[in-house]
């Protein structure tokens, strides 16, 4: 029976493979317009929120009732499709066990398991006793324009219409509950020093040295955070960037050092920025030259917290006894601040995602299914 399913299931995700969202551009209107048509071909009523650029959010509603709303949750678009790969990207094909492609397992397994659960929900809507809404939003890999775009327009009407909002995101954690992300917070460090001639620099202050010292500084601050271990894991701080010098015959003025510090639920951005500056100005020596902290970016990390009721029923549902921390950055904090009980729970592994020869295990299809359509029914049933 599962087996059956995975294998439609398997058609359908091929299918949205080959309609290409990798972001930047996007694109996801196409793949929103192909989801709009098979659901109207089902007798539903879709609605595309146009954002411009060919950029779009789909959502579609069934059932009614004041007292709950299950959002099915998932992103349009992909990552670039970047590196070797053995198979072709936007094929969708299955060798073996696996089917590979940009998007196999984040996420668009998790939105045709979503999408078939709420097409075969809505053949039996008459039993419903709250509303199901399948909800898939553009731009989540880059800036969350899709999420913040339907809040800022429908999440103070979601909120008022049910007393609460429940939500799936169908990122890939192997269909293990997680209640929980890490956040990450991105900056650059501006080092700066002293200009002179190359042939004598000791009449200038290298701001490449002190870049130099403040990686190989900050590999000591990773350490340090690495054992700090809560129940979510350790936060981690990496380098990823760095730049320096003006010119092949002086001493350089700048430079500058790009940190990727991810965080734990319950790390505050605020604290997060004053410790690396505490860590650069007490335990970095930087030869000389002076360094200013600038965020680049920065994104919350999320928890839905363990006893909420909606995160029992679907763990008691998935057979797990302790909920899981998703290891990388997701929606589930946008969408907890903006009043929606959230938690993530897909198929596919993250291991897979962002690389060569993305795949999912074609098995794991029919039972995600299986497994919304068991939540489904718990929760609105
Ligand atoms: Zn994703």
């Known amino acids: 029976m599962a087996a059956d399913k995975s294998q439609d299931l398997a058609r359908l995700l091929s299918e949205m493979i080959r309609i290409n969202t990798v972001s930047p551009p996007g694109n996801e209107k ?3 317009a192909y989801i709009a048509e098979i659901l109207r071909s089902n007798g539903l009523e879709p609605t595309i929120q146009d954002l411009g650029n060919n950029r779009a959010n789909i959502f579609c509603e069934i059932g009614e009732g004041d007292e709950c709303r299950l959002i099915l949750n998932g992103h349009l678009d992909v990552v670039p499709a970047e590196g070797e790969w053995k198979h ?7 060798d073996g066990e696996y089917l590979y492609g940009r998007g196999a397992c984040d996420m668009k397994a998790g939105l045709a398991c979503m999408l078939q659960a709420f097409i075969d929900t809505a053949k039996e809507e008459s039993r419903l006793k709250g509303r199901l809404k399948l909800f898939f939003v553009t731009d989540e890999e880059t800036s969350n324009l899709g999420l913040r775009s339907y809040i800022s327009e429908y999440g103070e009407k979601d909120r008022l219409s049910a007393k609460r909002n429940y939500a799936l995101i169908g ?17 650059w460090i501006n080092v700066h020093g002293v200009s002179a001639h190359s042939s004598k620099p000791e009449l200038g202050v290298n701001a ?31 380098v990823t960037m760095i730049e320096g010098g003006e010119k092949q015959n002086s001493i350089a003025a700048h430079a500058r050092v790009f940190i990727d510090r991810r965080t734990v639920p319950g790390e505050k951005a605020e604290d997060v920025k004053k410790e690396v500056e505490a860590w650069l100005d007490e335990r970095t020596d930087l030869r000389g030259c002076t360094c200013d902290t600038e965020l680049y970016f920065t994104f919350g990390s999320g928890l839905l917290p363990s006893g909420n009721s909606f995160l029992s029923a679907i763990m008691e549902e998935a057979g797990q006894e302790k909920a899981e921390v998703f290891p990388a950055g997701c ?8 009043g929606y009980e959230a938690a993530v729970l897909g198929p596919g592994s993250i291991k897979d995602a962002h690389m060569p020869d ?16 068991k939540i489904i029914s718990r929760i609105l049933m």
């Not at 072709?88 to 299955?94: C, H, K, T, W």
């Not at 929606?331 to 903006?338: F, H, K, N, T, V």
């Not at 794991?364 to 919304?372: P, Q, R, S, T, V």
Request: aromatic content about 8%; some cysteine; overall charge negative.
């Open 30 to 32: 196409d793949l929103a």
């Open 88 to 94: 072709d990207p936007f094929e969708g094909r299955i």
């Open 171 to 187: 990122e890939p954690t192997d269909l293990n509950v997680c209640n929980s992300h890490y956040g990450v917070e991105r900056y």
């Open 208 to 238: 490449i040295s002190g870049a130099a010292a403040i990686v190989d500084s900050l590999s000591g601050y990773h350490k340090e955070l690495r054992s700090r271990v809560t129940e979510w894991g350790s936060p981690s701080c990496a």
């Open 331 to 338: 929606e589930q904090g946008i969408m907890l601040s903006a």
């Open 358 to 373: 993305e795949k999912v295990r074609v098995s794991d299809l029919g039972k995600a299914y299986e497994l919304y359509r």
